[in-house]
């Protein structure tokens, strides 16, 4: 057994049998740690910038196609803040126009294409805003890197190529937009705004869950550029906040489509076990449709649009925003010893895929597969994340 799990049983022990006294500390830790989240939520959010009447603000957000991107664009354009929307595909941004509320919300949004893997295409994004600034004399005062990309999978079924396309959109991809409009954030503190970078990471950011190693692992590297960022650009005025969301009903979950038989040749895959992959891919397709009902039952995305809207117009943002109600849960996983993690981490990815909780999940007699799919697979792949 591990020393981790023995220090906290002995300090345990020693708090309960030898410094009873203590749990007056125990309860100042606590009762000081509600009232700083309510001072938070009752004050601090609520001390927000006022947003000029004239239009001066500008918001970068990557990913608007779907999801929390296009939640959070809308939402800051009907805070009067000019939201540059960046997306790959036409007709993604004609989609996202038509959503918007009103004339006023659609034409402060700006759709600019850009492809966050390339940075060709980030340096072209970069130029036009630059442009669009300074023919409306305005202020980059945010940058919100929000797309992604998602592969799923065990460790010992995701072929290399897959890891690298991952990295390329989930952490290259976020370096160079970062570094791309970081000129533009300083120029504006310069000018008295309060900049921020904005990054979209995930629970799993903070506490790794099995058979999501890619995506885990790549939002752990967001994680540690953003914790990097923070001190590095307060020397410029610009402050840093990393938005956690947990399980959300988005298009992103949705999209999740089985690519275990790797139609195009992918980098690596001649270093996986065959027999092997088609071993975990038999046992993935049972799981497919309770995954499949699951993700009707959660949230919409509406709580990481606000966070969105908080990191960009609150006085003192968070450093770390978690938002959804799973969250708690990774807090304590990635807090507790490494095997009382382990073993919450294997009851989540087993128990609601055994026989008894299947039929609660499915309903009895209910053998139909539900609307929206997510299916894994070895290698679990969605598009690139427009949340």
């Known amino acids: ?11 345990g022990l020693q708090l309960y049998f030898f410094y009873p006294s203590n749990w007056t500390l125990l309860f100042i830790f606590v009762s000081s740690a509600v009232l700083a989240r309510l001072l938070r939520y009752f004050v601090l959010d609520k001390w927000q910038h006022q ?22 664009a809308l939402r800051l354009a009907s805070r009067g803040i000019n939201v540059v929307a960046t997306v790959r595909r036409e007709s993604d941004g004609e989609a996202l126009l038509k959503r918007a509320a009103s004339d006023a919300i659609r034409q402060r949004i700006h759709v600019v294409l850009m492809d966050v893997a390339s940075v060709a295409s980030v340096k072209e994004a970069r130029d036009q805003v630059a442009a669009k600034l300074q023919q409306a004399n305005g202020l980059l005062v945010g940058v919100i890197n929000n797309a992604g990309y998602s592969v799923s999978g065990r460790l010992e079924a995701v072929p290399l190529g897959k890891w690298k396309k991952e990295y390329d959109v989930n952490v290259f991809g976020v370096v160079a937009v970062t570094q791309a409009f970081l000129p533009l954030l300083k120029s504006a503190a310069k000018q008295g705004a309060s900049p921020r970078v904005v990054f979209v990471s995930s629970v799993v950011g903070s506490a790794a869950m099995a058979e999501t190693a890619p995506y885990s692992s790549s939002k752990f590297a967001v994680q540690a550029i953003a914790d990097n960022a923070r001190v590095e650009l307060r020397r410029y005025g610009i402050k840093t ?10 298009e992103f979950f949705g999209r999740l489509v089985k690519d275990f038989q790797l139609k195009d040749a992918e980098e690596g895959e001649e270093l996986l076990d065959p ?19 699951l993700a009707l039952s959660f949230p919409p ?8 809207e908080l990191s960009v117009l609150t006085k003192m943002p968070e450093s770390k925003i978690f938002v959804g109600y799973d969250t708690g849960l990774y807090k304590l996983l990635s807090l507790a010893p490494d095997e009382i993690g382990d073993l919450l981490t294997w009851a989540i990815m087993t128990l609601p895929f055994g026989p008894f909780m299947r039929s609660i999940i499915l309903g009895k007699g209910n053998n139909s597969t539900a609307t929206a799919t997510a299916t894994p697979s070895p290698a679990v792949e969605s598009n690139k994340k427009d949340e």
């Open 51 to 72: 947003v000029p009447t004239d239009g001066s603000w500008w918001v970068v957000i990557t990913g608007t196609s779907s999801g929390f991107g296009q939640l959070g």
């Open 275 to 293: 027999a092997m992959v088609r071993e975990v891919h038999a046992e993935f397709e049972q799981k497919n449709e309770v995954l499949a009902k």
């Open 1 to 11: 057994m591990r020393a981790s799990l023995w220090f906290w049983g002995l300090a």
């Open 301 to 308: 995305g509406d709580p990481v649009a606000e966070a969105m």
């Open 241 to 250: 906040v990393v938005i956690q969301p947990g399980a959300f009903k988005t």
